[in-house]
C-alpha cells in the first residue's frame, strides 16, 4: 500500500494516537431563556486523566450588554456584567474523526453592573457571587491534524442572584449552545 498504513489524504483516526494529553478550546456560548438571550466568550482547558475522561477548568464572561435591567425606581436602566470559572468534567464516548463527549461545568461567579450608556466605570463594586452548574453534549469535528470544530449544547444553571431588583435566578439560567475551535496535543 503506498505510504504505509494511512494514505497521505486521509486522517488518521484520533484512536490511534494515545499520546493526546489535553484539549485547549475557546468557544462563542450563547444562553437563552424567557427573557434574555445572553452571549458569552470563554475558553476551556483540560488534561486526559483517562483514555476517555478529561478533568479540566473553564472560563466564562458576557461581553454585551445583553441582560438590562433597573436598579430601583426612578434610575436610569443598568446591564449586568458577568463572568464565572467552573471545574470541568468530561466522558468521551466515541474518539475517532468526530468526537463526541458528555460533560458537566460546576463553579462560581460574580455579578455587577454598569450603566447601559457604556460607561466603564461599575455601580456596583461588591457584585453577587453566584453558583453555576451546567451539564452538556459535546461534538468535536476535526479539521486539521489536531485543530477540532467543538459544538456543545446544554442547560446553565445559575443559583444566588439575590442583590438585583427585577433578576432572578431563571433570568440568567436556561439552554446554552456554543461554537469553538479545539485543540488536541
Avoid: C, H
Avoid at 60 to 74: C, I
Avoid at 78 to 107: E, K, P, W
Amino acid at each position: 500500500m503506498p505510504g504505509g498504513q494511512y494514505d497521505r489524504y486521509e486522517r488518521k483516526p484520533i484512536s490511534d494516537e494515545s499520546d493526546t494529553q489535553g484539549i485547549i478550546s475557546v468557544s462563542y456560548k450563547v444562553v437563552s431563556n424567557d427573557r434574555f438571550t445572553i452571549n458569552d466568550l470563554g475558553i476551556k482547558a483540560g488534561y486526559f486523566a483517562t483514555e476517555n475522561m478529561t478533568i479540566g477548568f473553564e472560563y466564562f464572561y458576557l461581553f454585551d450588554e445583553s441582560v438590562t435591567f433597573t436598579p430601583a425606581e426612578g434610575e436610569p436602566g443598568a446591564a449586568i456584567r458577568f463572568d464565572y470559572y467552573s471545574a470541568n468534567v468530561s466522558y468521551f464516548i466515541s474518539r475517532s474523526f468526530v468526537l463526541t463527549s458528555l460533560g458537566l461545568n460546576m463553579g462560581f461567579g460574580q455579578m455587577n453592573f454598569t450603566a447601559t450608556r457604556g460607561t466603564p466605570i461599575l455601580d456596583d463594586m461588591t457584585g453577587d457571587w453566584v453558583t453555576v452548574i451546567e451539564p452538556m453534549a459535546n461534538v468535536y469535528v476535526q479539521m486539521f491534524d489536531y485543530f477540532f470544530l467543538n459544538l456543545t449544547a446544554g442547560y446553565r444553571i445559575v443559583n444566588g442572584v439575590e442583590e438585583y431588583n427585577d433578576l432572578e435566578n431563571s433570568d440568567m439560567s436556561g439552554f446554552s449552545s456554543s461554537i469553538g475551535l479545539s485543540y488536541m496535543f
